[in-house]
């Protein structure tokens, strides 16, 4: 049985694909500091598969941990996740965001060159886009300058990738995820934001438990049909799948390159308002927000072209926008 490593293997995208990947045969050990997620989360995915991946609370950013790790596990491949991902506070934190974005990834890397351990697969975003100038967006769309820390560290983080699987081949991909929301259908795990939530869904679900007093809309002054902006919501559970369809790629060898990267969305577009009103229908509870200015770095609309995705990993999503709103509302009533 092949094992896999994942690394922020107990945060919200890490542990779905943790179960979908226990689900798909693999055995799993997991890497996590728990700076972002606690360890509830791994008997909850121990209650779903009834299996307990093994678990390692490991700081990436000491390198020696890292290779005492790789000393004492043997891996068939690494799926990682671990990294800070709030595009505001990158702003506020760049050098820590470098650091453990970056440093962390190039130990990993260090590692698999030396121990010849093959099949990399990242976590990307398709804030590298920026503002696409066509939509749908194709894996063909130039990478733009980064409008956050955050975003950049990702740019940086598939450059650091394609010249390590060049140089010590290493097969990598790359996975540019659009927006990932709700939860799994046991509601057993879910998204859990530490504080106040930076992201739509989980702001919109506190404040229909009340949480919140009410949501702020950012802008409905965009060059939009309703004017809000527009991104491409993806279930968790299928944006996990799509990882497993990644990983089959590079260990049945048919990936073209050493190095590949794919758009994981749904390819449709919902603006908030269209998202507000898909809730409350999802949820029976009417949303009570306010439509304030634009938040900064924010772009106008970005939603997938899955065609290649769709062809190249033989995946594609299975859910719709209404079930993961209603399961994101579900996971909420039980917090
Ligand atoms: C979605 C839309 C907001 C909150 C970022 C990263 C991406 C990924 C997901 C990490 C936007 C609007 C939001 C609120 C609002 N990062 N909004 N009121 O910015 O598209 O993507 O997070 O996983 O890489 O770039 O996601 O959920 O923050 O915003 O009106 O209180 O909702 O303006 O249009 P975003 P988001």
Redesign the pocket.
């Known amino acids: 049985m092949k094992k896999i490593l994942v690394t922020g293997g107990l945060g919200f995208i890490g542990s779905h694909t943790v179960v979908e990947l226990q689900n798909a045969g693999f055995e799993v050990v997991i890497i996590d500091d728990l700076s972002n997620t606690t360890l509830k989360v791994l008997d909850s995915i121990t209650e779903i598969t009834g299996k307990k991946p093994d678990f390692y609370q490991i700081d990436l950013r000491i390198k020696n941990d890292v290779k005492n790790f790789f000393d004492t596990n043997k891996v068939d491949g690494i799926i990682h996740f671990a990294a800070f ?1 709030a ?1 505001g506070e990158s702003m506020q934190k760049p050098l820590d965001y470098y650091e453990n974005n970056l440093s962390a990834l190039v130990y990993l890397l260090q590692e698999m060159r030396d121990r010849k351990i093959d099949h990399f697969i990242f976590s990307s ?3 590298v886009y920026g503002q696409a100038d066509e939509l749908p967006i194709t894996e063909k769309a130039p990478v733009k300058k980064a409008e ?1 820390v ?2 950049n560290t ?1 740019q940086i983080g598939e450059e650091i990738i394609e010249d390590a699987s060049k140089a010590h081949g290493i097969n990598a991909i790359a996975l540019r ?1 659009f ?2 929301i709700g939860a799994h259908e046991s509601i057993k795990i879910g998204e859990l934001p530490l504080g106040v ?5 989980p ?1 919109v679900t506190q404040t229909a438990a009340g949480i919140r007093k009410e ?5 409905d002054d965009y060059p939009t049909p309703d004017g ?2 527009v ?1 491409d919501y993806i279930h968790v559970v299928d944006l996990a799948k799509a990882h497993i369809a990644a990983l089959q790629r590079l260990i049945n060898k048919k990936n073209k390159k050493s190095f590949e990267f794919f758009n994981v969305g749904t390819g449709t577009g919902s603006s ?1 308002l269209e998202v507000i009103k898909a809730f409350e229908k999802a949820s029976g509870k009417p949303l009570n927000y306010k439509i304030v200015g ?2 900064e770095g ?1 772009i106008t609309a ?1 939603y997938a072209d899955t065609t290649i995705a769709n062809k190249e990993l033989n995946w594609k999503t299975e859910k719709t926008l209404d079930e993961a709103l209603a399961s994101a509302w579900q996971w909420q009533l039980k917090q």
């Not at 939530?197 to 869904?201: E, F, T």
Request: a positive charge.
């Open positions: 991902k595009v975003s398709c804030t956050s955050y975003g990702k995820y927006n990932p939530p930076q992201n739509l869904i702001f949501l702020s809309v950012f802008g809000t902006a991104r908030v634009r938040r924010d970005a």
